[in-house]
C-alpha cells in the first residue's frame, strides 16, 4: 500500500528532496513497514520461552536494526551526524568564524535533538532490558553502531565524532556492568537507564569542546541537557515498569 502511495504521491508532487522526503507520508508509510520488517524477530523471541545467549543475537541485532530506522527518518535531529548542533558561530565577513553565545532558539532545537536521538538510542535498549539481562556488550554496540552509521550517511564529515561514540559506548557498557540491571531488578533496570544517556553524550560535548576549543553553552545548559536526556530514560522506564507491574495485577486478579 504504501509503495503505490509513494507512486502516486510522486506523479502527483514529483520526487521530494531533502527534508521533504523524510516527512512525505508515503515515506514514512515505507519506514513503518521496514520498522515492522526488521523488528520481527526481536517480537518473535519476546513472546517465545526463554532462551539461551547465542539465540538471542538475532532480536538484539532486530531491535537496533528497527531503532536505526528511526534514527535515519529523523536524522534532522540526530546529535551524530553534524557537527555544530552545540555550537553558535560568528558570521562577520573577513574574520574567522569563532564561538559565540547561542540564542534561546537555538538551546532548543539542540535540547530537542538530543532528546529526539536519546530516545531512538536508548529505548531499544530499554525494551530488550524489560524482556532480557543484557550483556554489558549489548548496550554499547546498540549505542555505537547507529551513531558511527549517522556519520557514515553522511560521509565522515565529522570523522572525529566517532571516537566520541566509541568513548561514550564503552562508558553505556561500564555503567551496565555495574549497575547489572535486569527484568527482575527494577530498580537497577531504572538506574541503568537513567544513567546511560547521560554517560553517552558527555563524551560529545568533550569532542565538541576540544575540537572548537571552547563551547557555545554554558555550564548551565550543557550539563541541563545531559540531565534531561537522563530524566527522559528515567521516566521511561519507571512508567514502562508501571505499566507492566498494573499489567500482572490485573492479570492476577483475573485469573483468581
Given at each position: 500500500?504504501?509503495?503505490?502511495?509513494?507512486?502516486?504521491?510522486?506523479?502527483?508532487?514529483?520526487?521530494?528532496?531533502?527534508?521533504?522526503?523524510?516527512?512525505?507520508?508515503?515515506?514514512?508509510?515505507?519506514?513503518?513497514?521496514?520498522?515492522?520488517?526488521?523488528?520481527?524477530?526481536f517480537?518473535?523471541?519476546?513472546?517465545?520461552?526463554?532462551?539461551?545467549?547465542p539465540?538471542?543475537?538475532?532480536?538484539?541485532?532486530?531491535?537496533?536494526?528497527?531503532?536505526?530506522?528511526?534514527?535515519?527518518?529523523?536524522?534532522?535531529?540526530?546529535?551524530?551526524?553534524?557537527?555544530?548542533?552545540?555550537?553558535?558561530?560568528?558570521?562577520?565577513?573577513?574574520?574567522?568564524?569563532?564561538?559565540?553565545?547561542?540564542?534561546?532558539?537555538?538551546?532548543?532545537?539542540?535540547?530537542?535533538?538530543?532528546?529526539?536521538?536519546?530516545?531512538v538510542?536508548f529505548?531499544?535498549?530499554?525494551?530488550?532490558?524489560?524482556?532480557?539481562?543484557?550483556?554489558?556488550?549489548?548496550?554499547?554496540?546498540?549505542?555505537?553502531?547507529?551513531?558511527?552509521?549517522l556519520?557514515?550517511?553522511?560521509?565522515l564529515?565529522?570523522?572525529?565524532?566517532i571516537?566520541?561514540?566509541?568513548?561514550?559506548?564503552?562508558?553505556?557498557?561500564?555503567?551496565?556492568?555495574v549497575?547489572?540491571?535486569?527484568?527482575?531488578?527494577p530498580?537497577?533496570?531504572?538506574t541503568?537507564?537513567?544513567?546511560?544517556?547521560?554517560?553517552?553524550?558527555?563524551?560529545?560535548f568533550?569532542?565538541?569542546?576540544?575540537?572548537?576549543?571552547?563551547?557555545?553553552?554554558?555550564?548551565?545548559?550543557?550539563?541541563?541537557?545531559?540531565?534531561?536526556?537522563?530524566?527522559?530514560?528515567?521516566?521511561?522506564?519507571?512508567?514502562?515498569?508501571?505499566?507492566?507491574?498494573m499489567?500482572?495485577?490485573?492479570?492476577?486478579?483475573?485469573a483468581?
Amino acid at each position: 500500500m504504501s509503495g503505490m502511495g509513494d507512486f502516486a504521491w510522486h506523479s502527483v508532487f514529483g520526487i521530494e528532496q531533502n527534508i521533504n522526503a523524510l516527512f512525505s507520508p508515503s515515506h514514512l508509510g515505507l519506514a513503518t513497514g521496514a520498522f515492522l520488517i526488521l523488528g520481527a524477530p526481536f517480537s518473535a523471541a519476546w513472546h517465545s520461552a526463554d532462551r539461551a545467549w547465542p539465540q538471542l543475537v538475532p532480536a538484539f541485532v532486530s531491535a537496533m536494526l528497527a531503532g536505526m530506522v528511526a534514527a535515519f527518518i529523523l536524522q534532522e535531529f540526530a546529535v551524530f551526524a553534524r557537527h555544530g548542533l552545540i555550537q553558535t558561530y560568528s558570521s562577520a565577513a573577513g574574520t574567522q568564524p569563532a564561538v559565540i553565545v547561542p540564542t534561546s532558539s537555538s538551546i532548543m532545537v539542540s535540547l530537542a535533538s538530543f532528546l529526539v536521538s536519546t530516545v531512538v538510542l536508548f529505548v531499544p535498549v530499554l525494551l530488550l532490558s524489560l524482556r532480557w539481562r543484557l550483556p554489558a556488550a549489548v548496550p554499547a554496540a546498540m549505542a555505537l553502531v547507529p551513531s558511527a552509521a549517522l556519520q557514515v550517511m553522511v560521509a565522515l564529515r565529522d570523522a572525529w565524532f566517532i571516537p566520541a561514540a566509541l568513548a561514550g559506548a564503552v562508558l553505556v557498557g561500564l555503567v551496565w556492568a555495574v549497575v547489572r540491571p535486569a527484568p527482575e531488578r527494577p530498580a537497577r533496570l531504572v538506574t541503568a537507564a537513567g544513567l546511560a544517556p547521560v554517560v553517552f553524550w558527555a563524551p560529545y560535548f568533550a569532542a565538541v569542546a576540544l575540537h572548537d576549543g571552547a563551547l557555545s553553552f554554558p555550564p548551565e545548559i550543557w550539563s541541563g541537557t545531559l540531565t534531561w536526556s537522563g530524566l527522559a530514560t528515567l521516566s521511561l522506564a519507571a512508567l514502562t515498569l508501571k505499566v507492566r507491574a498494573m499489567a500482572g495485577t490485573i492479570a492476577d486478579s483475573r485469573a483468581s
